[in-house]
T-cell receptor, first 116, second 110 residues
Framework: DTAVSQTPKYLVTQMGNDKSIKCEQN?????MYWYKQDSKKFLKIMFS???????INETVPNRFSPKSPDKAHLNLHINSLELGDSAVYFC???????????????FGPGTRLLVL | QKEVEQDPGPLSVPEGAIVSLNCTYS??????FMWYRQYSRKGPELLMY????GNKEDGRFTAQVDKSSKYISLFIRDSQPSDSATYLC??????????FGTGTKLQVIP
């Protein structure tokens, strides 16, 4: 069983379109994240949800809107896609709780987004 | 200055070599330190985690944290071609926010 899964794995779309990426974790974790990894491999946090509540919201354009229907799912909707949105988007989850082992994050396989 | 600095490499070593990967950081609130390995076209996977200063060993891997110098290292002994990947250091002050380094790409040549 895949611990953290994302769909789709690849997404090619035109500028201006709206798209969604879905994420699910079956680890029973309380916290889920979205990261963006650019072409230089820099991994930057975008959002974090704990038990369906937004707890981290980094400086991200409001075209990006996360939605957490339950604590096992965190989806990312992107409006009016731009060329600069092309990147790999990773979902991750962690147990949380302030101990080293609980801070560790488990990543999904990534969604490769290409905006043309 | 970035919170976490990591030499991007690439680092190319012969099989069997000892590899040293390093990160420096500026935020003294960081207390959890992690190393992730990322194979090409895959998500990062946790290799090791440590809390506070000191060494931690797991097989061929040793993680070292020096909080006084704000410096962490990952050593790989007897490196194998299967170790070829990008290695990301990561740090957290807690509260679920983890800051990653930019990653060091390692190639182990048979």
């Amino acid at each position: 069983d895949t611990a953290v899964s994302q769909t789709p794995k690849y997404l090619v779309t035109q500028m201006g379109n709206d798209k969604s990426i879905k994420c699910e974790q079956n680890l029973g974790h309380d916290t889920m994240y979205w990261y963006k990894q650019d072409s230089k491999k820099f991994l930057k946090i975008m959002f974090s949800y704990n038990n369906k509540e937004l707890i981290i919201n980094e400086t991200v354009p409001n075209r990006f809107s996360p939605k957490s229907p339950d604590k096992a799912h965190l989806n990312l909707h992107i409006n009016s896609l731009e060329l600069g949105d092309s990147a790999v988007y990773f979902c991750a989850s962690s147990q949380g709780g302030g101990l080293a082992v609980k801070e560790t994050q488990y990543f999904g396989p990534g969604t490769r987004l290409l905006v043309l | 200055q970035k919170e976490v600095e990591q030499d991007p490499g690439p680092l190319s070593v012969p099989e069997g070599a000892i590899v040293s990967l390093n990160c420096t950081y500026s935020n003294s609130a960081f207390q959890y330190f992690m190393w992730y390995r990322q194979y090409s076209r895959k998500g990062p996977e946790l290799l090791m985690y440590t809390y506070s200063s000191g060494n931690k060993e797991d097989g061929r891997f040793t993680a070292q944290v020096d909080k006084s110098s704000k410096y962490i290292s990952l050593f790989i002994r007897d490196s194998q071609p299967s170790d070829s990947a990008t290695y990301l250091c990561a740090m957290s002050a807690g509260y679920q926010k983890v800051t990653f380094g930019t990653g060091t790409k390692l190639q182990v040549i048979p």
